[in-house]
């Protein structure tokens, strides 16, 4: 190994380190992998009908599923920088990888007013288990925010795709 490679992966070894990631799951009963499949790509325009913190989802840029559209979302509020005052927290989201045997999808956030730097997830349906019920996964690798902890994103999140699991569920009957 070359002293260039080894500083390398170093360098990506130090930013993983700096990146925050995870992976959350929630079990679904009642619904198959396609219908929620269906509500998370093919409605992928219409995210806030599923995500309970988001009070609107439409499209910005490009044709609905097709790689490189952007899907312009709001959420709750969130306190400003200066910490004085509450703005509405929006982001525009690019899918940028789409793998429909697998049931999965990848986007990253290219514009907001959340503090994200860097942010890219991938949302997972996973087929149904033993027990007949089907899961959604959520990863996400997002550069530390200032002001924030971990935990509490990690938390954010864990809520919002518990509240999506019930509303799909909901949908599917």
Known sequence: ????SHSKMEEEQKKDELQ???KLKVKLTGPT????????????????????????????EGKLV????????VGADILSQDGKCNVVSWANEK????????????YEIVDGNIGFNSYVSTMKVVDKDDDGC??????????????WKFEDLVSMFEL?????????EDASV
């Open 95 to 106: 899918l940028v990888a789409v793998d429909i045997e697998q049931k999965s999808f990848t």
């Open 160 to 168: 919002g795709l518990q509240g999506m699991a019930r509303r799909m």
């Open 66 to 73: 097709e790689l490189g559209c952007v899907r312009y979302c």
């Open 33 to 60: 992998a396609d219908q929620i499949w269906y509500f998370l790509y093919d409605d992928y325009f219409n995210l806030h009908k599923w995500l309970p913190n988001l009070s609107v989802c439409r499209p910005v």
């Open 20 to 22: 925050w990631n995870a």
């Open 1 to 4: 190994m070359s002293p260039n």
């Open 134 to 147: 089907c899961w959604i996964e959520w990863s996400f690798v997002v550069d530390p925010i200032e002001g």
